[in-house]
């Protein structure tokens, strides 16, 4: 069982190096969903199933609906046609892959074996998280909650953002 946490977390460090040293955010975003996966990984280790299952459903899954989003709001016609073909090549996809092939081996194993945990695990429902999240962490969840909402605005703002604008002094003047 340490063996496949230390994978896990050495999954999870390398996909998030991966996410903050890419340029292109459709690389960083694969890297990103891997590291969220490898996260849940890490959770069902350690016997929390519900916040494995909260990682892989919201964490990943909303990942990727916002990853659709962007694309949605960056599609600017044939100039992102061939950005693309340029993303979809094989050695594009040998990283995330990699660390994918990994994480499915390390859970498949784990099914396999599927022997009690060696750590104290005690079963949280789900109406416990939800009490706490409204009552002691309530504030942390607004927080949280303000955050993401700025970050959808923002994203919002910069994909319809196509007009630039000069200063008066950097503008060329207009022959006459």
Do not use: C
Not at 41 to 62: N, P, R, S
Not at 87 to 108: D, H, Q
Not at 118 to 132: E, G, R, W
């Amino acid at each position: 069982m340490n063996i496949a946490f230390y994978i896990a977390a050495a999954v999870t460090l390398i996909s998030t190096i991966m996410v903050i040293t890419r340029h292109n955010p459709v690389h960083a975003l694969l890297y990103l969903v891997i590291s969220l996966l490898s996260l849940s990984v890490i959770f069902f280790l350690l016997g929390a199933h519900f916040a494995t299952l909260l990682e892989v459903i919201i964490y990943a899954g909303a990942i990727m609906v916002l990853f659709i989003f962007v694309i949605m709001l960056l599609n600017l016609g044939k100039e992102t046609a061939k950005q693309e073909q340029q993303w979809l090549k094989p050695k594009i996809w040998i990283g995330p892959t990699i660390l994918s092939a990994i994480l499915f081996a390390e859970l498949f194993y784990l099914i396999i074996i599927a022997q009690p945990s060696p750590y104290n695990m005690q079963a949280v429902d789900a109406k416990a998280v939800a009490i706490s999240l409204f009552k002691p962490y309530f504030i942390g969840v607004e927080l949280a909650a303000m955050l993401l909402m700025a970050g959808v605005v923002s994203a919002a703002h910069i994909g319809q953002h196509k007009k630039t604008e000069l200063h008066r002094f950097l503008k060329e003047e207009e022959p006459s």
